[in-house]
C-alpha cells in the first residue's frame, strides 16, 4: 500500500495531474508486481523450511545462508518473474477497487456535509 501510494505521488507530479482510470490500474500493477518481486526471498525461504524433511528442524538463517551457498543471491529469487505476472492484475484490481471506493466515500461526505450546511 505504501509503495502504491508513493508511486502515485510520483506519477501524478510527473504528469501534473491526477491520474485517469487506466493510470491508476498501470501503477497498481507495477506497485504490487514490484512489491511481490522484492518479497520473493521470503517466499522462497518459507517454502523451502515447509519442504524441508519431515522431523527436521530448520531456521530461517539456515535456509538463508544454504541457498546463498549453493545458487547464490539469485536463488533467493526463483520464481520472482511468474510471481510478478502473478501479482501485477491483482495488484491493478485491488488499486483501481481501492480508488473507486475512496472517491465514493469523499463524495458521500461531501454530500453529507453540504446538506448539514443548508440546515
Avoid: C
Avoid at 41 to 69: E, H, Q, Y
Avoid at 81 to 96: D, K, Q, S, Y
Amino acid at each position: 500500500m505504501g509503495l502504491y501510494a508513493e508511486s502515485k505521488k510520483v506519477a501524478q507530479h510527473l504528469l501534473g495531474r491526477d491520474l485517469e482510470p487506466w493510470e491508476t490500474i498501470v501503477v497498481g500493477a507495477l506497485s504490487g508486481g514490484l512489491a511481490a518481486v522484492v518479497t520473493t526471498p521470503f517466499d522462497v525461504m518459507k517454502t523451502r523450511m515447509m519442504t524441508a524433511p519431515r522431523g527436521r528442524s530448520v531456521s530461517m538463517s539456515m535456509v538463508a545462508f544454504s541457498i546463498l551457498r549453493r545458487e547464490g543471491p539469485l536463488g533467493l529469487f526463483k520464481g520472482a518473474v511468474p510471481r510478478f505476472f502473478w501479482i501485477a492484475p491483482l495488484g491493478a484490481m485491488n488499486f483501481a477497487g481501492y480508488e473507486l471506493a475512496r472517491k465514493a466515500m469523499d463524495k458521500n461526505e461531501e454530500q453529507a456535509a453540504e446538506q448539514f450546511s443548508q440546515k
